[in-house]
């Protein structure tokens, strides 16, 4: 079945630093979504990747769908310490009015002040 | 933009009873909704697909029987764990679809069962 690798799973920065995380997979995605999650909530959207090649911004984040189709990746740049959270990215499978999302593992990010 | 409301947020129960979960989108429609399952420092696992006015499509190793969900109207879906016990406690999430990837997340739900 199509699955997500997601890495790093877990990343230790300093409040400022810039963050890269990515996820791959064997088989072709149309869209690409990434998700951060706090704890004790549901996930909430980030950016939304429809087009092979495209590179969005929201903010300090920026995502790129990869010219494959096979993979994404997600930076943050000057990071603060509302950053902290965990990371998904997630691709929908199955057709017609009922996609359902396969997630990645989830990078797990710690920004020290 | 889309809102699902998640409610309760947190429920604790006694071993043996059923707990209701309720889903909400509250400024659109949604023909079908998604529950999910978390444990701990791992990944949203996709428990079943609710599709308003028939049947629910479970994931392979759910128990329907188990996790009975009801999608009602487009607007309201609701999962019950029924006879509860501790290794069904977790973290429940369902999520709404307004353009069809489901992508709406509602707050979760933290079950405890003692």
């Known amino acids: 079945g199509q699955q997500l690798n997601q890495s790093p799973q877990s990343m230790f920065i300093q409040e400022g630093e810039d963050v890269s995380m990515n996820c791959t997979s064997s088989s072709i995605f149309n869209t690409w979504l990434w998700y951060k999650q706090d704890p004790g909530e549901g996930p909430v959207l980030l950016i939304a990747l429809y087009k092979a090649g495209e590179l969005t911004s929201n903010g300090r984040l920026t995502a790129q769908f990869g010219i494959t189709r096979k993979d994404s990746f997600l930076n943050i740049s000057a990071s603060i310490p509302s950053d902290v959270g965990i990371y998904f990215c997630a691709g929908p499978r199955g057709g017609g009015s009922n996609y359902k999302l396969t997630f990645g593992k989830g990078t797990l990010l710690t920004v020290n002040p | 933009g889309a809102v699902v409301s998640q409610h309760p947020s947190r429920v604790i129960c006694k071993s043996g009873t059923s707990v209701k979960i309720e889903c909400r989108s509250l400024d659109f429609q949604a023909t079908t909704m998604f529950w999910y399952r978390q444990f701990p420092k791992q990944s949203l696992m996709l428990m079943a697909t609710s599709n308003e006015g028939s049947k629910a499509t479970y994931e392979q190793g759910v128990e329907k029987d188990k996790f009975l969900i009801n999608h009602a109207s487009l607007t309201l879906s609701t999962l019950t764990v029924t006879s509860a016990h501790p290794e069904d406690s977790s973290f429940y999430i369902c999520?709404?679809?307004?353009?069809?990837?489901?992508?709406?997340f509602g707050s979760g739900t933290r079950l405890t069962v003692v």
């Open positions: 999520s709404a679809s307004d353009r069809g990837y489901g992508y709406t």
